[in-house]
């Protein structure tokens, strides 16, 4: 790869928002908006992140159709189709295509992009040291008018527009219940994509420069411009949304057993346990290292 040389990223000040409205968001569990100035990086062109797609182990490249409807309920694209990815980045205007290149940190200069990142937002949001953990970076390359269908994702998200423009419509469930059940497919292997629409609160104009924070379990869709777009999501979990999500995990086991458990948040007693049951037992795969179940979009 090419691209690691003279693009130190280590400590620049990257990200441009209002650290008391960021702080006030993320408490609320609300989605904000954010400036940066990656547009410019020598990183992410398309022709670098090329290189990235063909650098990746091919199990971290997701090829997809861009021509989708916004509800697909059945399960997450299929991955690792494509022998020569970054061949099909290359030459998106004429192989319509929809591509994330998943754990972008695995490259040392993406990593140090991605800390750059999120070291502002944690100064902003972390309860105390350590609290924002398992951090990993997404690079999104889609063609002309693709469609990203509704879903949502289990991690706090940075969505970062790198080039191109697209719409990102942010909704919320219609209630409670409609919100619980999706969670629990979720791990029943949604991969977050949502049976209904969820209702509408706002559309941001994804344009390079803007970006959007996003809570956990906030149900979003795209839809592209007529031109390429690039962009990268930052992810990681909080403390608390990772044992949230433990607790998700440990009560999907139970209702296997037709046993129907508590919902996390009700004890933060009983939550703690099962937290701890499932790191004890080792299933904590979806959860750490390389998201090999749990895919971004
Ligand atoms: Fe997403």
């Not at 057993?257 to 299933?283: C, I, N, Q, Y």
Request: glycine share 6%.
């Amino acid at each position: 790869m090419t691209q690691a040389a003279g693009s130190t990223t280590r400590g620049a000040r990257l990200l441009e928002f209002d650290a008391a409205a960021l702080a006030a968001a993320y408490r609320a569990h609300a989605p904000i908006a954010v400036e940066h100035g990656l547009a410019d990086q020598p990183l992410l062109t398309l022709e670098a992140i090329a290189d990235l797609a063909d650098w990746l182990p091919r199990d971290c490249v997701i090829c997809d159709t861009p021509d989708q409807p916004l509800l697909v309920p059945e399960g997450g694209p299929p991955r690792g189709s494509e022998p020569r990815p970054g061949d099909v980045i290359r030459h998106l205007e004429v192989r319509r295509s929809w591509l994330t290149l998943l754990n972008i940190e695995q490259q040392p200069a993406y990593r140090e992009l991605m800390d750059a990142c999120l070291d502002q937002i944690a100064a902003v949001v972390e309860h105390r040291p350590g609290d924002m953990r398992r951090r990993v970076g997404f690079i999104f390359v889609s063609s002309p008018l693709s469609v990203t269908p509704a879903h949502f994702d289990i991690e706090h998200s940075l969505l970062l527009q790198i080039s191109g423009q697209k719409e990102l419509t942010v909704g919320h469930f219609a209630t409670a219940a409609v919100e619980r059940r999706e969670c629990e497919r979720y791990w029943e292997g949604s991969h977050g994509r949502v049976e209904d629409l969820p209702l509408v609160e706002v559309t941001h104009d994804m344009v390079p420069g803007r970006g959007v924070y996003l809570p956990p379990i906030r149900p979003h869709w795209v839809i592209n411009s007529d031109a390429v777009t690039l962009s990268m999501t930052l992810t990681f979990f909080s403390a608390d949304s990772e044992r949230d999500q433990f607790v998700e995990a440990f009560n999907a086991r139970l209702r296997r057993f037709r046993v129907h458990p508590r919902p996390p948040g009700r004890s933060l007693a009983v939550d703690e346990v099962k937290a701890t049951a499932m790191r004890t037992w080792g299933l904590r795969r979806r959860l750490t290292g390389r998201h090999e179940e749990s895919t971004h979009y």
